[in-house]
């Protein structure tokens, strides 16, 4: 077989490497696959328009009749979007609300709906808000399958048949409506990430993490005298005093001879006096790490990260709630090779190009907990997520790294997002995973969620369970 | 909310004088209304009424992509509801000459509201004042029953949507315009379509038979005619008699018959859901017309801003802006639908086509292509012919019966279709057909309208409440049939049966994805996919459904 060139010489030298080891058509397929993703793991944005096309682009979908008011047509009266935090107040007592239909024998309805409000220059908010939806006998227009949508008027030029204007399938660079692609400044998202924890946590009572260690206060005041004040002050330190003492006499030329001291001669200045003052001190220690670990090679394109990056964010935003945003999240991208991103907004954002080798981020995990001794002070969360393809098609890296980690962590959590190229397969992490037969030895530590690519968000939330119960 | 200023009220009195003198008719009082964003906040969930029962959904953003409008006969965001007096909405800063814009598009509204035949039933009440005192029955009740309460109205709002609204209007709008004879209108009307259930040719036989009698009798006519029916029908007396002694049968729609008929509600301890039930219906039947008279009303209102607004004396020098403004409102757009620029269009259209006469038999019998455009017997009856459309259409009849090649063809007007390029993965939108009734049959099925569900009483056996959805080429949606079932099962107190049709899912190719990890299965060129369909039934019998096929 033969490899163009344009690839990245490093990634071929270990296609060959796994060559060399032998391969399946299918491995070798998907691997292909990856290496001539010509795509880059910039994150998104929106310059991606030809502006010279000759068709106009579309960018929403035509309004329907029902769409008009005569608000926004006459007097410029935007539809009003309420902000989220004027809904945030009643959600409580919504909840509550719902709780009680499961009670009285109804289903539940109030659900947990993300909104991607279209901003300027594809900067999407995203906004969590609870919704609800009144159900009727309604008739259901797109039943037609086939690839035709529904009519809609038009006015103007053209002849019948003619293309007037296009409108992209996914978003430009794949930044579509669905979860982890949006586009918020990292501060907005962090606080609505909060909220949805707060939803999240009060809606499906997940199980919270198990404590560990004495340290259980994430935060507190401690007041302790630790600060010093020289001349007056509740608590008087011995020690450090009479080195000032002895700091001052030894200026003043009245202690000649270091081996025959004789104190009675010292003075003692009001300032050498050094006393211990109460201070109030922050406690800042977090009981617990989280690493969320994320494929972004090129299989991992569209459904698959969506799933992923969903599902992450709900147990970030979870965490975030629960632990009062004290427990540390760490984010690290991997496709051949892993790398520690600083914040969950480009853990977010950035986007799927290159290789898939999982062992590279378990191993970057181990390597960090090992360099910054962590385990001694944090309980330690891993949570990986990946469509299941994976070079190394046995495990024989990944395993080892998985078996390390076991021996600190608290537990693992690895969820598979199938990306549909090999539909019927089980995927290479899936397999080598099940046959390393950790999942048994060790439950409580290690736990795998498959799910398929066209899963929803309480399919999400239920593979959050799982991982985390 | 505060009412508008003295000065801008001034104005508002200006525009109804100068819009009375054009033709258009409404009462004397209005009121006015600056509100702000916070009182849109309340309103909005209340479809501008600021009197409508609290209800829990109100607080909670309702999902939006599932035919929102199919779930909801009024829009959130009218600038003037059809109440008495009518109220209006306005922002606080608007300057005089876009109040004067606005005033006049509001005045054509509730010309509208208090002269379209569909409002009829709104007529006779205030509906803020009736909304109000509904608004407390549902407290009261709720301060004694709790959330039952909202459980009731849950499951009424439910079914607000199968409301019998024509029935409503039929029972208001109902005309005696007989001749006289009872026993001619039973023959006619009853007798030979529903009891005897003659062809179409023998019908018109029979009329032609009548009319020979009338012309060869006179007077005698009727005398003549029945004798011979009755050598035909010896039983018609018999059947007349029997008609006339039996009390004409009222239609119910859903509720009304839950209200009538279902055991639960019937009990003393729950007589008080009945009120419940009744708000909900009331409700519902008020904002109907609303949604069926859209492209009509704001059609209306647009065609009537513009005229009035460049007649108007007082605010000379603001064309430019008016202008800019209106082409906002009243533009085409190239692809999508505007209620505002097609009604508007439209009834220009119709008043120019009525003015020359071309609604007349003389113009239908032209063949010839260059006659037809020249013919014009200036009959000066433009005006009145587009308030008579006003009056007696709704957005259905008022699009089946105007939109025509030649209107379509004037603003090059297109049904556009969109397409899935796999190519590009792109989804294309293109000029799919300029066809009058191409476009006519677009707009009527972007039309609201509910589905047509009608309880069968003769399979209504064993405390089952049996709905019968009338086949119309649509299903329902799956999703949201378990618990609206649900709540007219806790409505009726016994199981409910629902016959529907389905699409029977034909296994599809399973296409090779096109893009790894995209969505969009590669198809071949897209044909149309023979529909088949299927009767299926549910069942919802102790909150459990189920479905069979039938």
Same mark, same amino acid.
């Given at each position: 077989?033969?490899?163009?060139?344009?690839?990245?010489?490093?990634?071929?030298?270990?296609?060959?490497?796994?060559?060399?080891?032998?391969?399946?058509?299918?491995?070798?397929?998907?691997?292909?696959?990856?290496?001539?993703?010509?795509?880059?793991?910039?994150?998104?944005?929106?310059?991606?328009?030809?502006?010279?096309?000759?068709?106009?682009?579309?960018?929403?979908?035509?309004?329907?009749?029902?769409?008009?008011?005569?608000?926004?047509?006459?007097?410029?009266?935007?539809?009003?979007? *309420?902000?989220?935090?004027?809904?945030?107040? !009643?959600?409580?007592?919504?909840?509550?609300?719902?709780?009680?239909?499961?009670?009285?024998?109804?289903?539940?309805?109030?659900?947990?709906?993300?909104?991607?409000?279209?901003?300027?220059?594809?900067?999407?908010?995203?906004?969590?808000?609870?919704?609800?939806?009144?159900?009727?006998?309604?008739? &259901?227009?797109?039943?037609?399958?086939?690839?035709?949508?529904?009519?809609?008027?038009?006015?103007?030029?053209?002849?019948?048949?003619?293309?007037?204007?296009?409108?992209?399938?996914?978003?430009?660079?794949?930044?579509?409506?669905?979860?982890?692609?949006?586009?918020?400044?990292?501060?907005?998202?962090?606080?609505?990430?909060?909220?949805?924890?707060?939803?999240?946590?009060?809606?499906?009572?997940?199980?919270?993490?198990?404590?560990?260690?004495?340290?259980?206060?994430?935060?507190?005041?401690?007041?302790?005298?630790?600060?010093?004040?020289?001349?007056?002050?509740?608590?008087?330190?011995?020690?450090?005093?009479?080195?000032?003492?002895?700091?001052?006499?030894?200026?003043?030329?009245?202690?000649?001879?270091?081996?025959?001291?004789?104190?009675?001669?010292?003075?003692?200045?009001?300032?050498?006096?050094?006393?211990?003052?109460?201070?109030?001190?922050?406690?800042?220690?977090?009981?617990?790490? #989280?690493?969320?670990?994320?494929?972004?090679?090129?299989?991992?394109?569209?459904?698959?990260?969506?799933?992923?990056?969903?599902?992450?964010?709900?147990?970030?935003?979870?965490?975030?709630?629960?632990?009062?945003?004290?427990?540390?999240?760490?984010?690290?991208?991997?496709?051949?090779?892993?790398?520690?991103?600083?914040?969950?907004? $480009? %853990?977010?954002?950035?986007?799927?190009?290159?290789?898939?080798?999982? /062992?590279?981020?378990?191993?970057?995990?181990?390597?960090? #907990?090992? @360099?910054?001794?962590?385990?001694?002070?944090?309980?330690?969360?891993?949570?990986?997520?990946?469509?299941?393809?994976?070079?190394?098609?046995?495990?024989?890296?990944?395993?080892?790294?998985?078996?390390?980690?076991? #021996?600190?962590?608290?537990?693992?959590?690895?969820?598979?997002?199938?990306?549909?190229?090999?539909?019927?397969? +089980?995927?290479?992490?899936?397999?080598?995973?099940?046959?390393?037969?950790?999942?048994?030895?060790?439950?409580?530590?290690?736990?795998?969620?498959?799910?398929?690519?066209?899963?929803?968000?309480?399919?999400?939330?239920?593979?959050?369970?799982?991982?985390?119960? | 909310?505060?009412?508008?200023?003295?000065?801008?009220?001034?104005?508002?009195?200006?525009?109804?004088?100068?819009?009375?003198?054009?033709?258009?008719?409404?009462?004397?009082?209005?009121?006015?209304?600056?509100?702000?964003?916070?009182?849109?906040?309340?309103?909005?969930?209340?479809?501008?009424?600021?009197?409508? %029962?609290?209800?829990?959904?109100?607080?909670?953003?309702?999902?939006?992509?599932?035919?929102?409008?199919?779930?909801?006969?009024?829009?959130?965001?009218? +600038?003037?509801?059809?109440?008495?007096?009518?109220?209006?909405?306005?922002? &606080?800063?608007?300057?005089?000459?876009?109040?004067?814009?606005?005033?006049?598009?509001?005045?054509?509204?509730?010309?509208?509201?208090?002269?379209?035949?569909?409002?009829?039933?709104?007529?006779?009440?205030?509906?803020?004042?009736?909304?109000?005192?509904?608004?407390?029955?549902?407290?009261?009740?709720?301060?004694?029953?709790?959330?039952?309460?909202?459980?009731?109205?849950?499951? *009424?709002?439910?079914?607000?949507?199968?409301?019998?609204?024509?029935?409503?209007?039929?029972?208001?709008?109902?005309?005696?315009?007989?001749?006289?004879?009872?026993?001619?209108?039973?023959?006619?009307?009853?007798?030979?379509?529903?009891?005897?259930?003659? @062809?179409?040719?023998?019908?018109?036989?029979?009329?032609?038979?009548?009319?020979?009698?009338?012309?060869?009798?006179?007077?005698?006519?009727?005398?003549?005619?029945?004798?011979?029916?009755?050598?035909?029908?010896?039983?018609?007396?018999?059947?007349?008699?029997?008609?006339?002694?039996?009390?004409?049968?009222? @239609?119910?729609?859903?509720?009304?018959?839950?209200?009538? =008929?279902?055991?639960?509600?019937?009990?003393?301890? =729950?007589?008080?859901?009945?009120?419940?039930?009744?708000?909900?219906?009331?409700?519902?039947?008020?904002?109907?017309?609303?949604?069926?008279?859209?492209?009509?009303?704001?059609?209306?209102?647009?065609?009537?801003?513009?005229?009035?607004?460049?007649?108007?004396?007082?605010?000379?020098?603001?064309?430019?802006?008016?202008?800019?403004?209106?082409?906002?409102?009243?533009?085409?757009?190239?692809?999508?639908?505007?209620?505002? /620029?097609?009604?508007?269009?439209?009834?220009?259209?119709?008043?120019?086509?009525?003015?020359?006469?071309?609604?007349?038999?003389?113009?239908?019998?032209?063949?010839?292509?260059?006659?037809?455009?020249?013919?014009?017997?200036?009959?000066?009856?433009?005006?009145?012919?587009?308030?008579?459309?006003?009056?007696?259409?709704?957005?259905?009849?008022?699009?089946?019966?105007?939109?025509?090649?030649?209107?379509?063809?004037?603003?090059?007007?297109?049904?556009?279709?969109?397409?899935?390029? $796999?190519?590009?993965?792109?989804?294309?939108? %293109? #000029?799919?057909?300029?066809?009058?009734?191409?476009?006519?049959?677009?707009?009527?099925?972007?039309?609201?309208?509910?589905?047509?569900?009608?309880? &069968?009483?003769?399979?209504?056996?064993?405390?089952?409440? %049996?709905?019968?959805?009338?086949?119309?080429?649509?299903?329902?949606?799956?999703?949201?049939?378990?618990?609206?079932?649900?709540?007219?099962?806790?409505?009726?107190?016994?199981?409910?049966?629902?016959?529907?049709?389905?699409?029977?899912?034909?296994?599809? !190719?399973?296409?090779?994805? /096109?893009?790894?990890?995209?969505?969009?299965?590669?198809?071949?060129? &897209?044909?149309?996919?023979?529909?088949?369909?299927?009767?299926?039934?549910?069942?919802?019998?102790?909150?459990?459904?189920?479905?069979?096929?039938?």
């Amino acid at each position: 077989m033969k490899i163009e060139f344009n690839v990245n010489p490093e990634l071929l030298k270990l296609y060959n490497a796994f060559k060399a080891k032998g391969l399946t058509p299918r491995q070798k397929q998907t691997i292909l696959l990856e290496l001539h993703d010509t795509g880059t793991h910039d994150a998104h944005d929106m310059s991606g328009y030809d502006k010279d096309a000759k068709i106009e682009m579309v960018f929403r979908p035509p309004h329907n009749l029902y769409e008009h008011d005569d608000f926004s047509a006459l007097q410029a009266i935007p539809r009003f979007q *309420s902000t989220y935090v004027s809904r945030i107040r !009643s959600i409580d007592e919504l909840l509550e609300r719902d709780k009680r239909r499961e009670k009285d024998g109804f289903p539940r309805k109030i659900r947990v709906g993300r909104l991607v409000k279209p901003g300027k220059g594809g900067k999407d908010k995203i906004v969590i808000v609870p919704t609800t939806v009144e159900e009727k006998f309604i008739h &259901d227009t797109s039943f037609k399958s086939s690839g035709e949508d529904a009519p809609s008027g038009g006015s103007g030029e053209g002849e019948e048949g003619e293309v007037i204007g296009e409108q992209p399938v996914r978003a430009p660079d794949g930044s579509g409506t669905g979860p982890g692609e949006g586009q918020g400044g990292p501060h907005e998202m962090e606080s609505s990430a909060y909220d949805l924890g707060k939803i999240l946590t009060e809606q499906f009572e997940l199980p919270n993490l198990k404590d560990k260690g004495k340290k259980r206060s994430l935060t507190r005041y401690t007041y302790d005298l630790t600060d010093r004040n020289r001349g007056f002050g509740q608590f008087l330190d011995k020690k450090a005093t009479l080195r000032k003492i002895l700091e001052t006499n030894i200026s003043l030329g009245l202690l000649p001879d270091i081996d025959r001291i004789d104190s009675t001669r010292f003075l003692i200045s009001p300032d050498d006096k050094i006393y211990r003052i109460l201070s109030r001190e922050m406690d800042y220690e977090s009981q617990a790490m #989280v690493f969320f670990l994320r494929d972004y090679s090129g299989s991992m394109a569209g459904k698959p990260t969506q799933l992923i990056v969903a599902q992450h964010v709900l147990i970030y935003s979870w965490l975030l709630y629960q632990y009062a945003r004290q427990v540390e999240s760490r984010f690290i991208l991997h496709d051949t090779e892993a790398s520690e991103v600083p914040d969950f907004y $480009t %853990y977010y954002n950035s986007k799927v190009a290159g290789g898939t080798k999982v /062992a590279s981020a378990f191993r970057l995990v181990n390597d960090i #907990v090992e @360099k910054e001794n962590l385990v001694k002070d944090y309980n330690i969360y891993v949570f990986h997520g990946t469509d299941g393809d994976d070079w190394d098609a046995d495990g024989k890296e990944t395993i080892p790294e998985i078996k390390k980690m076991l #021996v600190y962590a608290n537990r693992v959590g690895i969820t598979i997002a199938e990306n549909g190229l090999g539909a019927t397969q +089980t995927s290479e992490v899936e397999k080598y995973t099940k046959a390393s037969g950790l999942l048994d030895e060790k439950p409580d530590l290690l736990r795998l969620d498959v799910m398929k690519q066209d899963a929803d968000e309480p399919r999400l939330i239920e593979g959050i369970k799982h991982l985390i119960s | 909310m505060e009412l508008i200023d003295q000065h801008t009220k001034k104005i508002m009195e200006g525009c109804k004088e100068r819009a009375r003198k054009v033709g258009l008719r409404f009462e004397d009082e209005t009121l006015e209304y600056i509100v702000t964003n916070r009182d849109l906040l309340e309103l909005s969930p209340k479809l501008m009424i600021p009197t409508l %029962y609290d209800y829990w959904v109100h607080d909670v953003d309702v999902i939006k992509e599932k035919g929102r409008y199919e779930l909801y006969p009024a829009n959130p965001y009218e +600038t003037v509801i059809n109440t008495r007096p009518a109220i209006s909405f306005y922002n &606080d800063n608007n300057p005089d000459w876009l109040n004067v814009m606005i005033f006049y598009h509001v005045l054509a509204h509730i010309d509208f509201f208090q002269n379209n035949l569909f409002f009829r039933h709104s007529w006779d009440y205030d509906f803020t004042g009736q909304a109000l005192s509904d608004k407390r029955i549902i407290a009261k009740l709720r301060a004694e029953k709790g959330r039952w309460v909202d459980y009731v109205i849950e499951f *009424s709002r439910g079914i607000d949507n199968l409301a019998g609204f024509h029935e409503e209007l039929t029972r208001l709008n109902c005309m005696n315009i007989t001749n006289g004879s009872k026993r001619m209108d039973f023959y006619f009307d009853v007798f030979l379509q529903s009891e005897k259930k003659v @062809k179409t040719s023998e019908y018109l036989k029979e009329i032609e038979r009548y009319n020979d009698c009338v012309s060869k009798f006179g007077d005698l006519a009727e005398q003549t005619f029945f004798a011979e029916v009755i050598t035909k029908y010896p039983e018609f007396e018999a059947v007349l008699e029997k008609s006339t002694t039996q009390k004409p049968k009222q @239609k119910m729609d859903l509720i009304q018959f839950l209200m009538e =008929n279902s055991e639960v509600l019937n009990k003393d301890e =729950n007589k008080w859901m009945k009120s419940v039930l009744q708000v909900v219906r009331k409700t519902s039947i008020f904002f109907q017309p609303q949604i069926r008279t859209k492209i009509m009303n704001e059609g209306w209102a647009s065609y009537w801003h513009e005229k009035l607004f460049l007649q108007d004396d007082r605010i000379k020098g603001h064309e430019v802006e008016f202008a800019r403004i209106n082409a906002g409102v009243t533009s085409m757009p190239r692809v999508g639908l505007n209620p505002y /620029a097609l009604g508007m269009r439209l009834f220009s259209y119709i008043e120019e086509i009525a003015d020359k006469g071309k609604y007349s038999i003389d113009f239908k019998r032209l063949h010839d292509a260059e006659e037809r455009d020249q013919f014009d017997t200036h009959t000066g009856q433009g005006q009145d012919f587009i308030f008579n459309v006003r009056e007696n259409l709704c957005d259905f009849m008022f699009v089946n019966n105007f939109v025509e090649q030649d209107f379509v063809t004037r603003h090059k007007l297109f049904v556009a279709g969109k397409r899935l390029n $796999t190519a590009k993965m792109v989804w294309e939108y %293109y #000029v799919k057909s300029r066809k009058a009734e191409d476009y006519r049959q677009m707009l009527i099925d972007s039309l609201y309208h509910p589905p047509h569900i009608e309880i &069968d009483m003769g399979k209504n056996t064993n405390n089952t409440l %049996y709905l019968m959805h009338h086949f119309e080429e649509k299903p329902l949606v799956s999703e949201f049939i378990a618990n609206t079932m649900l709540g007219i099962e806790y409505l009726w107190g016994g199981p409910v049966q629902l016959e529907t049709s389905e699409i029977i899912s034909t296994p599809t !190719s399973q296409g090779q994805n /096109a893009l790894p990890g995209s969505l969009i299965p590669m198809k071949a060129e &897209d044909t149309e996919p023979d529909v088949k369909w299927q009767r299926v039934l549910y069942t919802m019998e102790k909150r459990k459904l189920s479905k069979k096929t039938i």
